[in-house]
Structures are given as structure tokens and as C-alpha cells.
């Protein structure tokens, strides 16, 4: 399978960008998904996720309320919605991919794509 992200850049802060991560090689639907995110300086971590049915959705503390994850199995495309946007948002942004038997769709990520740079600035 591959994830090619798409949709990152230079935004001000308070401002939105949508982020997008097309899947090839099997269907999305196969797949939970998850968005990452790495800062300059600091350890990746799970920003958001969607289950591959798309029932259920985890999003990190620090951007509840502001990035929305989603699906469209249809296009083989998942999303990441970021409003209202922080400096601290600024990072490296990855699609990831889990196969649901290997677990929950917040367990350890299989596939990954080469990530987008998202810069928040004030």
C-alpha cells in the first residue's frame, strides 16, 4: 500500500488547511487510519484517527475541538480538517495506515507515507 499526503503549507495562525492522504494499493477501507504529527525537536505523535468503518474516531487533546479526521472510501482518501491553527501545530504531518487485525486502530501503525510540512505562523 501507499500514502501520499498532500495539502500542507504556510498558514497564520487562527487559519485552517486541509490535509489529504491517498491510498493506493488496496482499498482504504481496509485500513484504520491515523494522522501523525512530528515537531522539530520532538517525538511523533497521534494527532487523530478514524477506524476502517469509520465508526469510531480518536483525536489528541491538544486539537479536540479544532481538527477533524473523515474518510471517504469512495476516493481512497482520508482527511485531517485543521482550524483554527496554532504555532504549535507547526510539524511534519503523516498518513498512516494500520491493518485491523493487527489490533485496535490506536495500537502501532503499519504503513506510512513521506508526510507534509504544515508552518503556523504568527
Known amino acids: 500500500v501507499q500514502l501520499v499526503e498532500s495539502g500542507g503549507g504556510l498558514v497564520q495562525a487562527g487559519g485552517s488547511l486541509r490535509l489529504s492522504c491517498a491510498v493506493s494499493?488496496?482499498?482504504?477501507?481496509?485500513?484504520?487510519m491515523g494522522w501523525f504529527r512530528q515537531a522539530p525537536g520532538k517525538d511523533r505523535e497521534l494527532v487523530s484517527a478514524?477506524?476502517?468503518?469509520?465508526?469510531?474516531?480518536y483525536r489528541a487533546d491538544s486539537v479536540k475541538g479544532r481538527f477533524t479526521i473523515s474518510r471517504d472510501n469512495a476516493k481512497n482518501t482520508v482527511y485531517l480538517q485543521m482550524n483554527s491553527l496554532k504555532v504549535e501545530d507547526t510539524a511534519v504531518y503523516y498518513c498512516?495506515?494500520?491493518?485491523?487485525?493487527?489490533?485496535?486502530?490506536?495500537?502501532?501503525?503499519?504503513?506510512w507515507g513521506q508526510g507534509t510540512l504544515v508552518t503556523v505562523s504568527s
Open positions: 478514524i477506524s476502517n468503518s469509520g465508526a469510531t474516531k
Open positions: 494499493g488496496r482499498t482504504s477501507s481496509s485500513y484504520h
Open positions: 498512516a495506515a494500520r491493518e485491523p487485525l493487527s489490533g485496535s486502530y490506536l495500537g502501532v501503525y503499519d504503513y
